[in-house]
């Protein structure tokens, strides 16, 4: 009877009729496997033990992580809320004047979108839309920016078109510098009228039933110098006014399809009758419907010239 | 770098590094995208300054506390994929002759070359083959317990042995073969 034999057959009780070459053979396969089962516990304890040290780093990572996240929040919050303070709130003079609504959303806690009034040199009454190009932070801070040159540029001039050519003349070398740019909606009220200069933004007149589209052909802030167009269209009781950014009409539905502008001057048309807020939350509601998600800033201010 | 020149500063082949740079990755020592950037980074034709190979060994130590298993558990895969991946399964045919390719001229010596005071050098200074004994005398560069590690894996690689094992009996230059 032959070791392999007695392996093969499982038969431990014919050990004793092995040869002593085979007893040998037994022998030191049995300290064979006692050495490599010695090495691979070893290999096994060192790599276990690893993965703990691993685990525990990994805990500690993550609780600093979590702190880091946190203060981030904190940051951001403030940051949320002294963008917040940025933007216009009560405007009893422009009440006075005008029916308004506004809709205001950013992606993220701060986002590129900034709109203002304004009460220019000559005493009338003017809106600016900006829609900074990226999101976020970086976005958040360009708009604090840009009110602030907006401040300074308002005690120096007062017609639309010089506003912005100053704004532009006195930004574009930051701007560029931080490769963004903006795109500018800014219209200033007459007693029957209203001016403005558009580079990139978007804006839309119902006047009598009708549709007027705003020329968005200026250039944006932050791109070139370049003398800037102003238009003049009528505004009177009863006339609504839009003005928005693309984060709506871009915004895409399930199929992959544009809100629209169209979508969204049609729904101002037809509900041009409606009060302001009502406008406003007709568009909401469709615009609610139509989207999948939000994939930029969003705003969208509604104005009517109230009886005088 | 040809074969023929004799570099002034030690070099390491790319066969050997490879194998080294799979049997980390293998062992998961090194994982994701460093462990593609490892392998990438190693061309098997071309010679490597020595410095990368300790670059490695380096990591390795860093990477655990208790990290001489590991090292033995290294060389010994190292020595398999060579043997059932690589040219060694046509090289050797039982596991007693690895201790003379490892210590010949096709051996250690043909994939590290430089000075000799850096390079050292991988003798068989005795080998019994009826008592399954073997002394090998080394000073080469390379980590003792990686190098212990390799000649296990190669002797054990054929899979005519049942015991082997190496131990440094003290003298880490020492490395005492035992194989049955």
Redesign the interface.
């Known amino acids: 009877m032959t070791l392999d034999e007695i392996l093969e057959g499982r038969d431990p009780d014919r050990l004793s009729e092995l040869s002593r070459e085979d007893m040998r053979r037994l022998f030191w396969m049995y300290k064979g496997l006692l050495k490599r089962v010695e090495r691979d516990t070893a290999y096994w304890q060192a790599t276990n033990d690893n993965l703990r040290t691993a685990y525990e780093r990994l805990d500690e990572q993550e609780r600093e992580l979590a702190r880091a996240y946190q203060t981030i929040r904190q940051d951001l919050e403030i940051a949320q809320q002294v963008q917040h303070a940025l933007l216009p709130k009560d405007h009893p003079e422009m009440l006075a004047r005008f029916e308004f609504s506004v809709y205001h959303k950013q992606m993220t806690e701060v986002g590129g979108d900034y709109y203002d009034f304004y009460r220019l040199r000559d005493g009338s009454h003017a809106i600016g839309v900006f829609d900074i190009s990226g999101h976020g932070v970086s976005a958040a801070l360009i708009m604090a920016y840009l009110k602030a040159q907006l401040v300074q540029t308002m005690e120096q001039v007062s017609r639309p078109r010089d506003i912005v050519e100053y704004l532009n003349n006195a930004t574009v070398g930051f701007l560029r510098e931080v490769r963004r740019y903006a795109t500018v909606n800014f219209v200033a009220f007459g007693e029957r009228t209203f001016r403005y200069v558009c580079g990139g933004g978007y804006g839309v007149l119902v006047r009598g039933g009708e549709v007027h589209t705003f020329n968005k052909g200026d250039p944006f802030i932050g791109l070139r110098r370049r003398a800037y167009s102003e238009y003049e269209l009528p505004f009177e009781t009863g006339d609504v006014l839009a003005l928005y950014t693309d984060g709506m009409v871009e915004a895409q539905d399930s199929a992959g399809a544009d809100y629209s502008t169209r979508r969204l001057h049609e729904l101002v048309r037809t509900n041009a009758e409606l009060p302001a807020n009502q406008i406003l939350q007709r568009c909401l509601d469709d615009y609610g419907q139509f989207r999948r998600v939000d994939a930029d800033d969003i705003t969208l201010i509604v104005l009517r010239r109230r009886a005088a | 770098m040809s074969d023929e020149s004799e570099p002034s500063e030690p070099v390491v082949h790319g066969a050997l590094m490879g194998g080294f740079a799979q049997a980390c990755v293998n062992l998961n020592i090194v994982a994701g995208r460093r462990a593609t950037a490892l392998l990438a980074d190693i061309d098997m034709g071309r010679w490597f300054p020595l410095s990368k190979w300790m670059e490695i060994e380096r990591m390795v130590g860093e990477?655990?506390?208790?990290?001489?298993?590991?090292r033995?558990?290294l060389g010994?895969e190292m020595m398999t994929l060579w043997y059932h991946h690589g040219p060694g399964k046509a090289l050797i045919h039982r596991g007693a002759d690895f201790l003379h390719f490892q210590t010949g001229s096709h051996g250690i010596a043909s994939v590290i070359r430089g000075p000799r005071e850096v390079v050292g050098s991988f003798d068989l200074a005795e080998f019994d083959s009826e008592r399954g004994h073997a002394v090998i005398r080394s000073s080469t560069p390379f980590d003792k317990t990686i190098e212990r590690g390799v000649l296990?894996g190669g002797v054990m690689a054929p899979g005519d042995?049942?015991?082997?094992?190496v131990t440094n009996d003290g003298d880490p230059n020492r490395l005492v073969v035992e194989f049955?």
């Open positions: 990477s655990y506390a208790n990290v001489e298993p590991i033995l558990k010994i296990i042995l049942y015991y082997v094992d049955h």
